[in-house]
């Protein structure tokens, strides 16, 4: 993925290379946008198409030809100014003029008489918020029930972080060229955006040689299997996680948590809990083993490959004792962790805290994340990028932001995990990833790797589950058959 001053700095220099003219990239943007119109909206009788003055607004003149010449009864609302338009988007108006087509003055009482709109108002090069008049058209869209078909970006969303400037079209899908922009895939950009479908235009091996990516999206089905497990192994083979939470009252949390590791293959997990806790978690899941006297929690953490601490874990007296033992064994000894929830509060809470370097996987969503940078959610989600880099540096850690389009971020790299859906925003979502992160750990993955891989099994695990029974009532423990079924996927059996 990439910034939309990259994709406009690099894309004539990829032209070149392709020997192809800009205004011949505005005809093959305007035929993309056209093509996925028919795919995707094939009874459209009836066009409204919105056209600003920039290249965007060339390539709604492209297409209002295009669909004009179908025989689709086009009507194309001009924004702007006409003579601001370069070059290219004139010749584009000038040849849609010239099928005798004129321009109409917009007017949202006749929006119910057209079957499809086409976004050509603003693109990617908006700064500042959506002045007046264009946002009480994208306003009155927005109310309208009228599907929209968005050329390259939705106007009023931020190209490279998702952020809404003041208002944003709420696009039914999205045609996006020459580079995936960064803020289609994440945060309030995923939203407006909608179903997004990418063409390169024909010049993509030369823009991808020429422009570095500033992130890179990924699935669990572009991820390699886990390797078949070894026909002598044991349950000490696959490492020795130490789950810690549950605090009196929140007993749940942590079990999914340790119910999770044990689905995603880790060979032994205990449980470190509060003593109110124990026995119910004990009686739920018989396998994981529990602690809760602290003599017994200072061993378990030398018997631990890897750590998980934060679900159901609490602020008082007794979770920051039980952090602060974590965080400082897992410094001495050199050992990998997951730090989730009210350990991420508690760190938050407390300077003094240490989380020890280049072990410690983040995992925090908007609101924890803010807790962590002094801010406000508003300005977690104003960029998601910029946070989840700032918090890898500063903690030097992977951080896992979670939300719409997942980040992973590993010094000055980003991943962008494009498995889920809305039925994930349910109770003990985030205590399920934990598990699942801290499993990989502890057989022998890195930090990064285990955020990448678990980050995507998650979610892919939760898209099962969802195409299954529906997104509506999905609850964490739904995907504990799912998460076992995709961790096997495409081991071989040997059979006899």
């Not at 529990?290 to 018997?303: D, G, H, I, M, V």
């Not at 039980?322 to 989730?340: G, I």
């Amino acid at each position: 993925m990439y910034a939309a001053d990259q994709v406009r700095l690099v894309e004539p220099k990829a032209a070149a290379l392709a020997g192809i003219s800009m205004y011949q990239l505005m005809e093959r943007a305007g035929q993309a946008v056209v093509d996925k119109m028919q795919q995707l909206f094939p009874k459209t009788e009836k066009l409204l198409v919105l056209a600003g003055h920039g290249n965007n607004g060339g390539d709604a003149y492209v297409v209002a030809r295009l669909a004009k010449n179908l025989g689709i009864n086009t009507t194309l609302c001009e924004f702007g100014k006409c003579e601001k338009l370069s070059e290219d988007a004139a010749n584009a108006r000038k040849k849609w003029l010239a099928t005798g087509a004129t321009p109409a003055l917009f007017n949202e009482q006749v929006l119910s008489d057209f079957d499809l709109c086409i976004d050509g108002l603003l693109g990617t090069g908006i700064k500042g918020e959506v002045r007046t008049a264009l946002a009480s058209v994208i306003g009155r869209i927005n109310a309208s029930d009228i599907d929209v078909l968005a050329i390259d970006v939705a106007s009023g969303l931020n190209a490279d972080t998702g952020a809404i400037s003041g208002i944003a079209i709420e696009a039914a899908a999205t045609v996006t060229f020459i580079g995936i922009k960064s803020g289609l895939v994440t945060s309030t950009g995923k939203q407006h955006t909608g179903q997004l479908f990418f063409d390169d235009l024909g010049v993509g091996d030369e823009f991808n040689r020429l422009a570095v990516p500033v992130a890179k999206l990924i699935s669990f089905e572009q991820l390699n299997p886990l390797p078949p497990r070894p026909i002598a192994a044991h349950k000490g083979s696959f490492g020795k996680l130490l789950c810690i939470g549950g605090n009196a009252g929140y007993a749940g949390a942590i079990r999914i948590a340790g119910e999770a590791a044990l689905r995603c293959g880790a060979g032994l997990v205990k449980v470190y809990c509060h003593k109110q806790s124990q026995q119910s978690i004990s009686i739920g899941r018989p396998e994981l083993m529990t602690e809760s006297r602290e003599e017994q929690y200072l061993e378990a953490l030398k018997w631990a490959t890897a750590i998980v601490i934060g679900p159901g874990l609490g602020k008082d007296n007794w979770a920051y004792r039980a952090l602060k033992f974590a965080l400082d064994h897992c410094l001495q000894f050199h050992k990998p962790l997951v730090l989730d929830a009210d350990a991420l509060n508690l760190i938050a809470q407390h300077k003094r805290l240490v989380v020890p370097k280049n072990l410690a996987i983040l995992t925090p969503h908007p609101a924890e994340a803010a807790r962590l940078i002094e801010g406000t959610v508003a300005r977690v989600e104003s960029d998601r990028y910029q946070v989840a880099r700032d918090l890898s540096m500063h903690y030097d850690a992977v951080t896992l932001l979670k939300g719409a389009g997942t980040l992973v971020t590993s010094q000055n790299n980003t991943w962008v995990c494009t498995d889920a859906n809305p039925g994930m925003a349910s109770p003990g979502m985030g205590d399920l990833l934990s598990g699942v992160l801290g499993s990989l750990l502890a057989q022998g993955m890195s930090n990064r790797l285990s955020a990448i891989f678990g980050a995507c099994l998650h979610s892919a695990a939760a898209d099962v589950a969802s195409k299954r029974e529906g997104e509506r009532g999905l609850m964490a423990s739904d995907l504990l058959p799912d998460l076992r079924k995709l961790v096997n996927k495409e081991q071989r059996v040997l059979c006899s």
